[in-house]
């Protein structure tokens, strides 16, 4: 499909919705407008609000607050899921033993953890930070885990053949083949470190968008929470498409 | 008499088994003498699962035999042969290296400084006629291209014995021609020990100095050695038309078809391993 075409009609979506909103907002048509804006605000003010917020410039501070913990949760879920998942993979014992705690941890709510964490790590960014490591470490983990177990035997052998010795093959092979999975995975892991951190804030924080949201809903400010939703929506889709240039890169190998 | 160091490769009463999920063994090769000279080009035929990679992967130090040695140029075996290169049946190249990093990563490893080890790479490059190809990832080329690939990341390191399992085997019969004299030309430069598996009789007969037969398996066996003394330089899309050519190929199809006969009845009647 012709690139310029799917833009349009992307856009196309996002303005039908914004039609009908503001119809059902401020018209008769699909009841009484009042109980609506009520419930679901009015897009104008949710524009103007948005609006107030970036030319104020009070939006930048929460948006680095929720970008500094998401950038933390995500490079230390990564690096500790990287050495763990390779440790756990070259040692098939210490993988056997753990594995019923691996995945009873895994299974565990993230939301339960939050308290824990405040009472731990104080309500600044840290907490907000472990919440989004527990996400990030076991994609990383589980990822890497798989990479290094289903390196192909032929090129292994191969590796082996032209000379090289266990650490060569950690740094050629191993490594390579974990990484191509973790990068593969960057878009979730990238996605759920951004959950952390706004999950942590709205379970209580003085800043970010998650704070803000919590802030708006506290005072039955729907046009806030609306605000607050799509400026979140509108940060992910830019970090998603930042992860999409990083992999392309990474990627390169990967020809389709 | 030959002394011992003549024999580049040396397998002596070699068996190998695997073990089955059921816990059973399967018995793959019989005991096996082969040995393989110093600057002979050794071919091995046989139907398909007789173990032919089996074998080439013991005479590499992969496999470790159930029973007898392996000898490298009158030392026995005990890890993986530094003597040799292998060129595999499957697709081994490093899918996240450049061609040419893939090449020149078996000089590298070795201590060789990256920039020689890159300039070699591209001249090898060149030599198997991909030297506009550096760059791309193994992805990108052909299966005809990534063979040749793979010659010349296990010959830039210059092994004394070369290992090589149907390496032209997912290739058209065009291709293998051209794979078959670029092999012969780089063989024919210092002549290095050659194992090279293959089911095709003709490819077998217009490449090497001998043929090997094996049978169908399990507990496959030996049941041919057969010498080509076709003269080199060889030719190998013209040779075919050699009367000579013609003559041995009916030989050996002829002891292979009655052995491959007598060999299965043989395994046919007799009980499961
Ligand atoms: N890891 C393994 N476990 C069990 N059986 C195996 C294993 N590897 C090979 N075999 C069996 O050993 C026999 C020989 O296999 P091998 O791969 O050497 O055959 P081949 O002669 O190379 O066949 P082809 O021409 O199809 O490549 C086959 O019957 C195969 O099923
Ligand atoms: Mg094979």
Not at chain 1, 158 to 183: C, D, K, T
Not at chain 2, 100 to 127: F, H, Y
Not at chain 2, 192 to 206: G, N, W, Y
Request: neutral net charge.
């Amino acid at each position: 499909m012709n690139r310029g075409l799917l833009i349009s009609l992307q856009i196309l979506v996002a303005v039908v919705t914004l039609v009908l909103w503001h119809i059902a907002s401020s018209t008769t048509l699909f009841g009484d407008p009042k109980t609506i804006s009520f419930f679901f605000a009015d897009p104008i003010s949710v524009i103007k609000r948005i609006w107030t917020w970036f030319s104020s410039g009070t939006i930048w501070y929460h948006l680095g607050i929720t970008l500094t913990e998401a950038v933390l949760a995500f490079l230390i879920g990564a690096i500790g899921g990287v050495v763990f998942g390779f440790w756990f993979a070259r040692k098939p014992l210490l993988a056997a033993v753990f594995d019923p705690y691996v995945k009873a941890a895994n299974a565990l709510p993230r939301v339960v953890l939050a308290p824990i964490f405040a009472l731990w790590f104080g309500l600044g960014i840290w907490s907000k930070v472990a919440l989004g490591v527990t996400l990030v470490f076991f994609i990383v983990f589980f990822n890497v885990y798989q990479g290094v177990k289903e390196v192909s035997q032929p090129v292994l052998n191969n590796a082996r053949m032209l000379g090289m010795n266990e650490r060569q093959l950690l740094r050629h092979i191993y490594l390579p083949s974990a990484l191509s999975w973790v990068f593969s995975s960057l878009h979730t892991s990238v996605g759920f470190a951004v959950v952390g951190a706004v999950v942590g804030e709205y379970l209580g924080s003085a800043a970010g968008l998650g704070y803000l949201i919590h802030q708006a809903e506290g005072v039955f400010d729907v046009v806030g929470v609306f605000a607050g939703m799509f400026v979140l929506m509108a940060f992910v889709l830019v970090v998603d498409g930042l992860v999409s240039l990083v992999e392309k890169r990474l990627l390169a190998w990967r020809a389709s | 008499m030959p002394n011992e160091n003549s024999h580049a490769v040396r397998l002596h009463g070699v068996s190998i088994d695997f073990a089955l999920a059921n816990g059973k063994r399967f018995e793959a090769v019989a005991p096996v003498d082969l040995s393989v000279g110093d600057h002979e080009f050794v071919a091995i035929v046989g139907p398909t699962g007789c173990g032919k990679s089996t074998l080439l992967n013991a005479a590499a130090g992969l496999l470790k035999p159930a029973s007898g040695s392996v000898e490298i140029f009158g030392e026995r075996l005990s890890d993986i042969n530094r003597k040799a290169g292998y060129l595999f049946q499957q697709d081994a190249l490093m899918p996240w290296k450049t061609v040419s990093d893939n090449v020149a990563i078996g000089l590298e490893i070795a201590g060789t400084p990256t920039r020689v080890a890159r300039e070699k790479a591209q001249e090898w490059l060149v030599r198997v006629g991909l030297g506009a190809f550096g760059d791309r990832f193994p992805q990108m080329l052909s299966g005809g291209q990534r063979k040749r690939v793979g010659l010349a990341q296990v010959l830039i390191r210059d092994p004394k014995i070369l290992l090589m399992d149907e390496p032209f085997g997912p290739l058209d019969a065009q291709t293998r021609l051209i794979m078959g004299d670029l092999l012969l030309k780089l063989w024919s430069e210092d002549r290095k020990a050659v194992m090279f598996v293959t089911h095709d009789l003709d490819e077998a007969i217009a490449l090497a100095d001998r043929i090997i037969i094996m049978s169908a398996g399990p507990r496959s066996r030996i049941i041919g050695d057969f010498p080509v003394t076709l003269e080199r330089p060889r030719d190998v899309g013209e040779i075919r038309h050699d009367p000579r050519f013609n003559a041995l190929h009916r030989e050996i199809w002829d002891a292979l078809r009655d052995q491959v006969m007598a060999a299965y009845q043989n395994t046919a009647g007799a009980p499961a391993a």
